[in-house]
């Protein structure tokens, strides 16, 4: 996702956008971005449509904390996957 975003954006705000994305259910490569000013709108190529807008002049969260709730949103999808082939047994 960094390729979609200008230079001067800090790595810590394109991560954010980035966990904000998964946390919507856009899978990664499926976001497309429309960057107007210091907004962004992230929409999905898989299932279109408009999912979440992201103003790009507010800090955004540590790269830590950004890290961390990716990290959580892992573990919530691994559960959901056991949850699911437990279901299908």
């Known amino acids: 996702m960094r ?3 200008s230079p001067e954006i800090s790595d810590a705000t394109v991560l954010d956008v980035a966990v904000k994305a998964r946390e919507v259910g ?3 490569g499926d976001a497309e971005l429309h960057l107007q000013g210091d907004r962004v709108w992230v929409f ?3 299932t279109p449509g408009f999912r979440f807008q992201a103003d790009l002049a ?4 540590s790269v830590r ?4 709730r990716s990290t959580q ?3 919530q ?3 959901q996957q056991q949850a699911l ?3 299908s047994r």
């Open 73 to 75: 949103l892992d573990a």
């Open 85 to 87: 082939s437990g279901v």
């Open 26 to 28: 856009i899978k990664p």
């Open 44 to 46: 999905s190529s898989q």
């Open 77 to 79: 999808q691994v559960v």
């Open 65 to 68: 904390e950004s890290l961390e």
């Open 58 to 61: 507010v800090s955004p969260p």
């Open 3 to 5: 390729e979609k975003f």
